[in-house]
């Protein structure tokens, strides 16, 4: 969601309107728990309720008024339920008639539907996705118009329009996913904020990482990647964490810009870091037809590579200009902090516990995960949640939910156009046209794709389009399809971090009072690696956990040397700063490290070593040879006889 948009946001206090955002998720996650309903009214529940919520707290316009209800806002509020009975009353008779003999009201119900949809998504996510969806509509209708392989059929109004509004279109996977798994980790997330899980894991970042040299920033990176294993939203990361830390990186001597890109990037690396995943990850497992908890371990090693790429390239910044850490005396106490609030841990460990070892139902471990949150706070009266504090928590969740179910609705929108005109698989086809079979250049355009489509797009939105056009494509060529999906949603995620628009980077750089564009291309140089690692998890699968544990435990430790020499050669620091051989040497033998097999791991650990003699040479003339071979000019001091009483001071 658009920052003007949360800033709205906070000026409607209505309760009425707080009450049918908490209503909604209460009777969904109730609904999950006790008696399922037929995921169609789910379906049509969850945005409709969500809709009215939207139109009621996101004004249509700038000159709208701000503190009470539009007549216009009232009335398409009203308009967004009657889907809702509509489906309920007609729902057999409708899946024999849509998108083939649909009757005058299907046509105005789906119609009135989808301009609801347009203008929802509109309020939530801004203009991107509004256009695409409105770009593929009328392709939809002018097919036989289209050149080459964009041109087909061609269908009238009333069948594009009724078969939006099945489960082929609106009411898809996107959807259901959104009014299921999603709003239950969105839920988690809320719930221990309200806990105060957010302070505590930024208080225990700058316990365990504050001290080291550019302390701040690192403890930015540590608070950061542990809030996203509760958040699974850059932007939403940025907010809650930026406005402590990207201040106290300042104070400490980080340039405004520097800091806002390293919250933007650390943020950004907590959709992909389990087990609380972008909403995306929710709608991969469903499209793919495995395990969320499956999703999450495949993820793991990837996302321990980006930050720790990311954490030693701050390192190396700290370290080549002087950065210092904070002192002990300022940071808070380690064991105070755990005796305190280390109980807020156990709801993380629990989701992971059901999802991976016990490999319950995502519903199921997400509900226990809650439940266990509001049992656990009660230990504490300062996270103690009452009444009042789950009510919040239920509100919270429905606000962070308007966003993604209006996204995912809209990507019903065109999938459905993308399933009815079969413009999916001519797309994939031209892919693998250009790139004329070769893997490596069908990937570079898959990601070229995704990061067009995500700089304008939600995350969700971006993920789901690729997906259905680009991804089958991929799994032609040859690609494992969790890698094809995973190579996908990686890009998606990234772009909130790639310029020209870039949510993450401005999102910090509005906390940091930086340059847009300075933000922006420093999260890029220090994020260098993210770009680099979905490559490598396509062309090496023990990056992903599949393999043997040897084979796995050796990928992951030479790939996180290869991503620590990447960001040695870009920063030019290893041990010291490093000379410009070393620096290109220090990157050819990071790649091939990243990349598992025996022979890229034996370059790759062999011109390391040459970098580390080369940088170790003052201490042995044995190692003189690697630094004069890496440019490295050693001046030796000369020895002078000392005086006794020299000795002695």
Not at 286 to 303: E, F, M
Not at 346 to 352: A, D
Not at 428 to 433: G, K, L, R, S
Not at 468 to 490: C, D, K, N, Q, W
Request: proline share 5%; aromatic share 10%; charged share 10%.
């Amino acid at each position: 969601m658009s920052g003007e948009n949360k800033r709205v946001l906070s000026r409607y206090p209505h309760f009425a309107v707080k009450t049918v955002a908490a209503g909604l998720v209460a009777f969904q996650m109730l609904s999950m728990m006790m008696y399922p309903i037929d995921p169609w009214i789910m379906r049509a529940v969850h945005l409709g309720f969500l809709s009215v919520v939207a139109f009621l707290m996101i004004p249509s316009c700038r000159i709208s008024p701000l503190h009470r209800f539009s007549l216009v806002d009232v009335l398409i509020s009203i308009a967004a339920i009657m889907p809702i009975f509509y489906i309920i009353a007609n729902m057999k008779p409708f899946l024999d008639r849509y998108g083939v003999a649909p009757t005058q009201l299907d046509v105005i119900v789906a119609t009135i539907t989808i301009l609801l949809i347009i203008e929802v998504v509109r309020r939530t996510t801004g203009y991107g996705l509004t256009i695409l969806m409105i770009i593929f509509l009328v392709y939809g209708m002018v097919g036989p118009w289209m050149p080459g392989v964009f041109w087909h059929r061609g269908y009238s109004w009333p069948r594009i329009s009724t078969y939006l509004l099945s489960t082929e279109g609106i009411y898809s996977i996107p959807l259901g996913v959104s009014a299921t798994y999603v709003t239950l980790f969105v839920g988690f997330g809320c719930f221990n904020q309200l806990t105060g899980l957010g302070e505590f894991f930024n208080s225990l970042a700058n316990s365990l990482a504050g001290w080291a040299r550019g302390g701040s920033g690192k403890a930015s990176i540590v608070s950061s990647a542990l809030f996203g294993t509760i958040s699974g939203s850059s932007v939403a990361n940025v907010v809650v964490d930026g406005w402590l830390t990207i201040p106290l990186m300042k104070r400490t001597g980080f340039k405004p810009h520097f800091a806002g890109a390293v919250e933007a990037v650390a943020s950004t690396g907590g959709q992909i870091m389990p087990p609380v995943m972008g909403a995306a990850a929710f709608v991969m497992a469903d499209i793919l037809g495995i395990s969320y908890g499956s999703i999450c371990v495949a993820a793991v090693i990837p996302a321990i590579m980006y930050y720790i790429a990311f954490f030693m390239m701050l390192d190396f910044e700290a370290a080549r200009t002087g950065l210092k850490g904070l002192p002990r005396e300022q940071l808070p106490s380690l064991r105070k902090l755990l005796l305190n609030q280390g109980h807020l841990l156990i709801p993380v460990g629990v989701m992971i516990y059901t999802l991976v070892i016990m490999e319950t139902s995502t519903i199921r471990a997400g509900l226990l995960s809650i439940f266990s949150v509001i049992i656990l706070s009660w230990l504490k009266k300062s996270t103690r949640l009452g009444p009042r504090g789950i009510f919040n928590a239920l509100q919270m969740t429905g606000n962070q939910m308007l966003s993604i179910a209006a996204t995912c609705a809209g990507a019903g929108v065109i999938l459905g156009v993308i399933s009815l005109t079969g413009i999916g698989g001519k797309l994939a086809m031209m892919v693998f046209n250009l790139s004329q079979g070769n893997l490596l250049i069908a990937l570079i355009l898959t990601m070229i794709i995704t990061l067009i489509l995500g700089m304008g797009l939600p995350t969700v939105a971006a993920y789901i389009v690729c997906a259905s056009v680009v991804a089958p494509g991929l799994t032609e060529m040859g690609v494992e399809r969790l890698a094809a999906h995973m190579f996908i949603f990686y890009f998606a995620c990234i772009s909130a971090i790639t310029p020209p628009v870039a949510l993450a980077s401005y999102a910090a750089a509005a906390i940091a009072d930086a340059s847009l564009w300075a933000v922006g291309l420093s999260a890029v140089r220090i994020a260098f690696t993210a770009y680099v690692i979905p490559y490598m998890f396509v062309f090496g699968p023990p990056l992903l956990a599949k393999g043997g544990f040897v084979e796995i435990m050796w990928a992951i430790i030479t790939a996180c040397i290869g991503v620590t020499c990447i960001a040695g050669g870009i920063q030019g620091w290893l041990l010291k700063r490093a000379t410009v051989l070393e620096r290109i040497a220090l990157l050819a033998g990071g790649f091939p490290l990243v990349y598992p097999g025996v022979i890229t791991d034996t370059i790759g650990l062999s011109l390391v070593m040459v970098v580390l003699a080369s940088q170790l040479a003052e201490r042995s003339m044995l190692l003189k040879p690697f630094a004069f071979l890496m440019g490295r000019h050693i001046v030796s001091v000369p020895i002078r006889d000392v005086s006794p009483g020299e000795k002695l001071r």
